[in-house]
């Protein structure tokens, strides 16, 4: 396991325990986290955050870290985060 003190947050939201230990699993998804924008963080945040189901939310963090491990920047098909 890959341990970090600090995580980058986003321009709004923190990240949150559940997302922090899935994003310092591997050194490849911290890089591609730190290397995002903290717009763009902040956008993966929100959308974790914005589900409403214990599933939903499970599924979107794993989905994050592929997403970032796989180059993406941001959450796909979804309007974007509404609290910036």
Known sequence: MVMKN??????VHKVSVD???VLT???AVVVAWE????LARN???CWIESAKKRETRKHRIERTRTGL??????PCCWAGCPHR
């Open 6 to 11: 600090k995580i980058s947050t986003g321009t």
């Open 19 to 21: 997302l922090r230990q």
């Open 69 to 74: 491990i796989e180059g993406k920047r941001r």
């Open 25 to 27: 699993s591997s050194s």
């Open 35 to 38: 290397d995002i924008t903290p």
């Open 43 to 45: 956008e993966w945040i």
